[in-house]
């Protein structure tokens, strides 16, 4: 076994590794989940698909499409902040709540296409948005920072509630799904106001909500 210290990575790899991520990112089953499934547990139900009609999958569709372009922006978001954060330790935090979120991607994108439905066609833009975004919270500061990411989390638990009541009863793999990202989601911007984020107010947060509900009008349909 070999004593050597791992190779401190150079501009070019982190560079290499940045575009890597982004590729995967946007690129429909390029990402894989660290943890298995909320819906998997449910294998040995009927299968949901057949007791949705079409106009229910059509919506659960476009919410899952929601729901997708969220994460999306949410991987984005946390890479321009880890880019740009001023502590090793914030850097950290970031990276490690990217690695959580992207469970929450692999999942929407495999229940979309058990919907038979596609990711936003949109998501390469809202990715760029959401990275240029990031990366100003994180030269901002890191409380800055960390109270986006709070701000943020609380933006997506209201929608994934708000997704939750406009299921169909019967559709209990959606559901399992949602309900785990809501418990994970909570958690993340729980951390990141103990890790020092500041709370945004009220003027702050009603922006945040218009640009919210512009991603989700169009993510919906497209």
């Known amino acids: 076994m070999s004593d050597k210290p791992p190779r401190k990575l150079t501009p070019v790899d982190q560079l290499i590794m940045g575009v890597d991520h982004i590729v995967r990112t946007v690129s429909p089953g390029s990402t894989r989940a660290h943890r298995e499934s909320p ?3 449910l294998d040995s139900i009927q299968d949901d698909i057949e007791t949705l009609s079409a106009q229910e999958k059509k919506h659960i569709g476009g919410l899952m499409r929601i729901n997708h372009t969220g994460e999306v922006c949410a991987q984005a978001l946390y890479q321009g902040q880890a880019l740009t954060a001023k502590t090793e330790t914030i850097r950290e935090a970031m990276h490690e709540s990217a690695k959580e979120e992207e469970d929450h991607l692999a999942w929407c994108e495999e ?10 066609y949109l998501n390469p833009l809202f990715y760029g948005l959401s ?3 990031g990366a100003l919270a994180g ?3 890191d409380k800055w920072s960390l109270g986006f990411v709070a701000a943020t989390e609380d933006q997506v638990c ?5 997704h939750l009541d406009q299921l169909p009863e019967h559709d209990e793999k959606t559901r399992a ?6 418990s994970d989601e909570e958690h993340h911007g729980e951390k990141a106001m103990e890790h020092g ?4 107010n009220p003027p702050a947060k009603k922006l945040m909500t218009v640009i ?4 989700t009008a169009t993510s919906y349909r497209f």
């Open 177 to 182: 799904i949602l309900t785990q990202m809501l």
């Open 212 to 215: 919210s509900k512009l991603m």
């Open 158 to 162: 209201q929608h994934l509630r708000s």
């Open 111 to 120: 229940r979309l296409d058990q919907l038979h439905s596609k990711p936003s």
């Open 39 to 41: 819906a998997a547990k």
């Open 131 to 133: 990275f240029g975004i």
């Open 197 to 200: 984020g500041v709370a945004f």
């Open 139 to 141: 030269i901002a500061g």
